[in-house]
């Protein structure tokens, strides 16, 4: 992840496809709790209806809004059956029966939330014109006695609680929904992680991808999004082959024109790219900011696959998935726009990588808070197979990506493995390991010898560091 980029969303998604979902103890002993989302017209409802009986029903993802440090449910829900209310037990939000137990079907209105939370994804994205998009994982609940949920920690995990998930129905009255590439009148979705989208005015929707954008946007900056998107996603199922759970999505909203501002925020559910603009500063042509958008969806969006199709085993191993996303990015918007100064952008992670290694390992960057190094040296490492694989990098990844869909994992061995089968040179593979393991005593000169090993053109500086001219 880079750029002018925020909060909350983010903090989540951590950019890669490494981190874990929310996962609490799953023994599913009895059916799943399920509920119905419908609008029709103005008026949102969620009608629950649960499997057994439970005093309090407790909602997995419970997150204060940013603003005011409270429940942002008791701020946009009401319930309307009587003999149940929305209550604060702890660090959850409840439902929770004022005797007995909680009936068996319970009828909530709600207003979109549309602000942030605190460490959570934003509920409802508002993307004008009446389209919304909600975020599914909101709505999933437990059961467990009041005195254990008035105790349990954020993190649900190995807890006890009584967790047979939560089948989320969702449905428009004014016509179908867009989730993750593809639009239909019903959308059911479990512990899925992603955006529905209601009311979207004329998507862009392709057998590859999808895009729905603000009709509010500075002209200038929707028309570049409707040119990107498509050009830059449906590049990489070319390139790449399918995405998994259907084609990438763009979702992108107008914060309006706030004075004082020109900046985006953007964040990644599986399979969906959230962009916010916000700012007078983009309402005229901001050349600067097509150029952020346009490396954030090249970057963003080749997670899909390197990611999300296959992830890593530990968090030591980004530099596999970062690296490889910096440099499927650089190929695609170099394809994109012949002015773009590639190689200046290697230069840098050259740069970069040798300020962060020197007798320390790219591999343990994470544990002293350098993990830039994942992106700098993982792009020069990707660099190297690509240059020994002698075709775009885009078809040394496609390999990695079909030799692993299946578990879903990709391994450094086997990361190093598809190296060895394309570099004839088995020094390649031993110097990457020391720069993982042991970084080097002079990096500068380690990352020279590694392009010169590598057969990439460069030259190296006064300085001792190399670059491609
Ligand atoms: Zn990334």
Not at 81 to 88: I, K, S
Not at 160 to 171: C, E, N, Q, Y
Not at 366 to 395: H, I, K, M, T
């Amino acid at each position: 992840m880079r750029g002018a980029i925020i909060g909350a969303m983010l903090a989540l998604t951590g950019c890669a496809g490494g981190a874990a979902p929310v996962a609490p103890s799953a023994a599913a002993q009895s059916a799943p709790v399920a509920v119905s989302i419908v609008r029709d017209g103005d008026v949102w409802t969620a009608e629950y209806r649960f499997p057994r009986a439970a005093p309090v029903w407790a909602f997995i993802r419970s997150a204060d809004a940013e603003a005011t440090g409270r429940s942002w449910r008791a701020a946009s829900w009401a319930v309307e059956t009587p003999g149940v209310r929305l209550e604060r037990i702890g660090r959850y939000d409840a439902l929770v029966a004022d005797s007995g137990n909680v009936p068996e079907v319970v009828r909530i209105r709600f207003t979109p939330f549309t602000d942030e939370l605190r460490s959570d994804y934003v509920p409802a994205l508002a993307l004008g014109g009446g389209a919304v998009a909600l975020f599914d994982d909101h709505f999933l609940l437990f059961s467990a006695p009041r005195d254990v949920v008035a105790g349990l920690p954020v993190d649900l995990t190995g807890q006890p609680i009584d967790d047979s998930g939560t089948r989320v129905t969702f449905r428009d009255s004014a016509g179908p929904l867009l989730h993750r590439g593809r639009r239909s009148p019903e959308v059911t979705t479990q512990n899925s992680n992603s955006y529905i989208l209601f009311g979207a005015r004329d998507p862009i929707v392709t057998d590859t991808m999808a895009a729905a954008i603000d009709p509010a946007l500075p002209s200038w900056l929707a028309d570049a999004l409707r040119e990107l998107t498509p050009a830059i996603l449906s590049r990489y199922a070319a390139e790449l082959g399918p995405a998994p759970g259907g084609p990438p999505t763009l979702l992108a909203s107008w914060a309006g024109p706030t004075p004082g501002r020109a900046s985006m925020n953007g964040g990644v559910v599986p399979g969906t790219i959230i962009m916010r603009f916000d700012g007078e500063g983009l309402v005229e042509r901001n050349p600067e900011m097509i150029n952020l958008a346009r490396w954030f969806i090249a970057h963003e969006g080749s997670h899909f696959w390197l990611g999300q199709a296959v992830r890593y085993e530990r968090s030591r191993d980004a530099w596999m998935l970062e690296g490889g996303a910096d440099l499927l990015a650089i190929r695609t918007v170099q394809a994109l726009d012949p002015a773009y100064d590639w190689k200046g952008e290697i230069n840098r992670a050259l740069r970069e990588c040798a300020g962060l290694i020197e007798n320390r390992g790219v591999a343990s960057a994470e544990d002293r808070g350098q993990n830039r190094a994942y992106y700098a040296c993982g792009a020069v490492f990707a660099l190297v197979a690509e240059a020994r694989s002698g075709r775009p990098y885009s078809a040394f990844v496609r390999g990695l990506v079909e030799a692993n869909r299946e578990d879903g994992v990709l391994t450094r061995d086997e990361w190093l493995d598809a190296l060895d089968g394309v570099a004839g040179d088995p020094g390649l593979r031993a110097d990457i390991e020391t720069l993982l393991d042991q970084g080097s005593a002079q990096p500068r000169q380690a990352l020279a010898a590694l392009l010169r090993r590598a057969g990439i053109a460069h030259v190296v500086g006064e300085n001792g560091l190399p670059r491609l001219q």
